[in-house]
């Protein structure tokens, strides 16, 4: 039974950076309407971001910083095009570009150590906390931050700034016509999600206290996705939710493994199948989600 | 009956704007002054080009050439939520109430300058946010009692029915608090006695001071409500004036008949 | 250099037969069917399989034919028609496009394992001067180049292929004017999907086969429908080759593992300088 805990707490730190994760992705999807399938390569962006800077001896703090900033400058800059386009051809967009990312940390080794990735920066209060207690300290650091974002998130949706974005997703003209600069909208909403990714990417390193391409595959944001529908667009505590549901799916079922007779590799196609039926039944049957409101919904 | 074409002071000034879609001229060299406080309608069949000029006049379209002005400045480049900052409103054909937002956030969306629009009043301000949106409810409530949708405050706006669309349309006026509104068809499928309501109320509307300009296929409601009347047609105003000048004119008898 | 067009036209060849039915789908159904890729890997797989047991590689190809029209016509009958019945947007579509995609995936990984696949083929090659050309290149453009003209002729002779361009350019007035667009839509998937099967075997003669390859592929794809003309089957043929040349000429210029980007970089400036695409019409 001594082994169980440090793994559910091992879970519950993924499932923490997932919904850190996810919750950028419902305010760029749920609040704004925009289709956003590149979203892990802000993930990529901020990690790699400090990474690099901490391991080039930049105090932790001030590397966690500039990566979180450079994550929203992209993140703005991406919306230049962004909301020009229609949203099949951003969703294309957004996706090629973060197999961009992927492609440049893998290839330009100089920099992001290429297919071996970095390891050795700092981990926040690395040297205060001792090793074995590095796991539970992380697993509240994290939860905090989601605890802190989703209140700053859930304060956002109630208030005037959510009711617009509400009347951008359904109606952008109504929203010009009353005033409503549609353009920087959308802006806020995918920095607001691209600085949230960043911080999911850079906790996902500390995790591991080592980052490389393999981490940002185009699947992580599909998992991000699956996790909000499964929660419900546009619902903060549906992401959380949708989180532990799905990492929980995962995990779960990573312990069955060895009880099943198939091979590892096959064992984990089955429950990839299992998710990707999971996304095509919601859409169906359930597109609101969990806790989404049917006549709320905007697909 | 001149041109249209002054460079005066009027609430609304169109001059010789275009705009080509393709092989097809929606608005042919247009020319249309509204002075202050007025209702003016737009009348013309159908496919004359009124709604892509109301289009242009409020931003969500540019035109290919020419000029409009609203109270003497050039807004032919102004982006469409600059246009509502000068105190310019808009309502639908089909009504576009934000269906799956409450009757009463409609309204409150209308409000301008919104300090919770911005995230960081929202964020570090939360008592100003909250105080402003107390009043901004209050005056939603006041316009929905005057409008008879109190009831339905919270009611989802996908829910009400086409006339009170209408009516939420001008609810959301009243709160934007416009001076000049582009109103489209604002009597389109609402039965007579809703009309007669509507008519009250842009009565009221212009004896605050505002001045309108009103597509409407109702001859009778231009008739009644209008001081003054454009016609359009295949994309030009082909006549201007007075409502019974209007109605007996020749050109605007034969754009109808034509257009059948 | 002329090595380098060689291998473009090819690989074009590949993603055109795959274009063709991902522009189809969007201008049909609106639909940016993110599976397609896939799709077309699961078409590969299966003409694999089938070439392994019949030990014939043309069998093989009819295999990935129908293997991947087939799926098509499944997925078309249990997802997609009941999504549009009850009004899914086109975002829904895609996302739940997704879904298929993910599902595709691992449906191939579970049945295939993880290690890489090869066909059986054994290739020539033949000199012309300085210029080295494979058999299977030959095979690859000959049957491209063969099945894409058949396809030309059924769009421009046939009444099927009418239809077809009627509900693609305007929707509304081709189920007036009496097209069974249902039938129309049925079609779409089979030949769509099948042309993609073709491809992905094709594209195995020359290539291991990954479980991942569909999604790779598919950007090309997007490219090159977006660069021809969304919508525009002819587009997607023209911007298959364009991506395909341009893909494998930069390897000129760039280094190789870059060469992914080409096609994305192509489809950002279309999408910036001029969204219709090369054969499209205007938006």
Not at chain 2, 12 to 29: I, Y
Request: aromatic fraction near 8%; proline fraction near 3%; charge should be positive.
């Amino acid at each position: 039974m001594e082994g169980i805990f440090p793994y559910i707490g091992t879970v519950l730190i993924m499932v923490g950076i997932y919904a850190l994760f996810a919750l950028g992705l419902n305010v760029q999807w749920g609040f704004a309407g925009l289709i956003n399938i590149g979203h892990v390569a802000f993930m990529a962006i901020g990690a790699y971001t400090m990474a690099i800077l901490n391991l080039q001896g930049v105090p932790l703090a001030l590397s966690i910083l500039i990566g979180l900033a450079l994550a929203g400058g992209v993140g703005a800059l991406l919306t230049l095009p962004a909301i020009r386009l229609k949203a099949d051809y951003l969703a294309i967009l957004t996706v090629g570009f973060s197999e961009i990312v992927r492609y440049v940390a893998l290839n330009e080794g100089w920099l992001t150590g290429g297919a071996q990735g970095l390891f050795g920066f700092d981990i926040p209060l690395g040297g205060v906390v001792p090793a074995e207690q590095y796991n539970l300290f992380l697993l509240g650091f994290v939860w905090v931050t989601v605890l802190i974002a989703f209140i700053l998130l859930q304060r956002l949706a109630k208030s005037p700034w959510g009711r617009v974005l509400k009347s951008i997703r359904e109606d952008e003209d109504v929203a010009r016509v009353l005033g409503k600069n549609v353009s920087r909208y959308k802006m806020q909403a995918f920095l607001l999600g691209s600085v949230l990714a960043s911080l999911a990417g850079m906790m996902l390193a500390f995790y591991h206290q080592y980052l490389g391409p393999g981490y940002y595959y185009p699947m992580e944001t599909f998992y991000a996705w699956i996790i909000v529908i499964l929660g419900g667009s546009a619902n903060n505590l549906g992401t959380l939710l949708g989180a532990l549901l799905l990492w929980g799916f995962l995990s779960g079922t990573r312990f069955l493994s060895p009880l099943v007779p198939l091979s590892a590799y096959t064992f984990s196609a089955l429950r990839m199948i299992l998710v990707g039926l999971l996304l095509i039944v919601l859409m169906l049957y359930r597109p609101q989600g969990v806790l989404g409101k049917k006549k709320e919904l905007t697909f | 009956m001149n041109n249209g074409c002054d460079i005066a002071g009027p609430a609304l000034s169109v001059q010789d704007v275009t705009k080509t879609f393709g092989a097809l001229r929606a608005v042919d060299s247009c020319c249309l002054d509204v002075t202050a406080g007025v209702i003016a309608g737009l009348i013309g069949p159908n496919g004359a080009g009124k709604t892509t000029l109301f289009n242009i006049m409020s931003g969500l379209l540019a035109p290919d050439s020419g000029k409009i002005f609203m109270n003497g400045q050039e807004v032919t480049h102004l982006p469409a939520h600059k246009r509502a900052g000068l105190g310019v409103g808009r309502t639908f054909q089909i009504s576009r109430s934000l269906r799956k937002l409450q009757v009463l956030d409609n309204l409150k969306l209308a409000a301008q300058s919104q300090l919770g629009e911005r995230i960081q009043n929202v964020w570090f301000q939360p008592g100003a946010v909250r105080k402003q949106e107390r009043m901004i409810e209050e005056k939603a409530m006041e316009v929905l009692r005057f409008l008879n949708l109190y009831e339905l405050k919270d009611e989802y706006a996908g829910n009400l029915s086409g006339g009170q669309k209408k009516l939420l349309e001008i609810g959301r006026m009243l709160m934007l608090e416009p001076e000049l509104i582009l109103m489209d068809e604002p009597l389109a499928g609402v039965n007579p006695a809703l009309g007669e309501e509507i008519n009250a109320h842009l009565r009221a509307l212009k004896g605050k001071g505002l001045t309108m300009l009103v597509i409407e296929h109702n001859v009778k409601h231009v008739m009644t409500v209008c001081d003054v009347v454009y016609v359009m047609n295949q994309g030009k105003i082909i006549a201007q004036g007075a409502p019974e000048a209007i109605r007996n004119d020749e050109r605007v008898i034969e754009a109808y008949l034509g257009a059948r | 250099m002329v090595n380098y067009v060689l291998s473009g036209i090819t690989l074009g060849c590949i993603i055109a037969l795959g274009a063709i039915g991902l522009t189809l789908a969007y201008g049909v159904l609106r639909f940016a069917n993110f599976s397609h890729g896939d799709t077309l890997a699961a078409g590969a797989y299966i003409g694999l399989f089938i070439s392994r047991v019949s030990g014939n590689l043309f069998l093989g190809a009819v295999g990935a034919i129908i293997g991947a029209a087939l799926i098509g016509l499944g997925l078309e009958k249990v997802v997609w028609r009941p999504l549009r019945g009850k009004g899914a947007s086109p975002i829904a579509m895609l996302i739940t496009a997704i879904g298929v995609a993910i599902l595709l995936r691992h449906v191939v990984m579970a049945i295939a394992g993880p290690t890489l696949q090869f066909y059986d083929v054994r290739a020539r090659m033949f000199f012309l001067g300085d210029i080295m050309i494979s058999s299977v290149q030959i095979i690859i453009i000959a049957t491209a180049v063969a099945v894409m003209l058949v396809f030309a002729y059924i769009l421009q002779r046939t009444k099927l292929g009418k239809a077809m361009r009627a509900t693609s350019d305007e929707p509304a007035l081709a189920k007036v004017s009496g097209i069974d667009v249902n039938r129309v839509i049925t079609w779409v998937w089979l030949i769509g999907t099948g042309l993609a099967g073709l491809g992905g075997f094709l594209y195995g003669l020359q290539t291991a086969l990954r479980p991942d390859m569909g999604f790779h592929l598919l950007f090309g794809m997007f490219a090159a429908s977006i660069l021809g003309g969304i919508g525009n089957p002819y587009g997607a043929m023209l911007g298959g080759i364009i991506i395909g040349l341009a893909q494998d000429l930069s390897l000129m210029v760039i280094p190789s593992q870059y060469k992914i980007a080409v096609g994305f970089v192509i489809m950002i400036i279309v999408l910036v300088v001029r969204p219709r695409g090369i054969l499209g019409k205007a938006v």
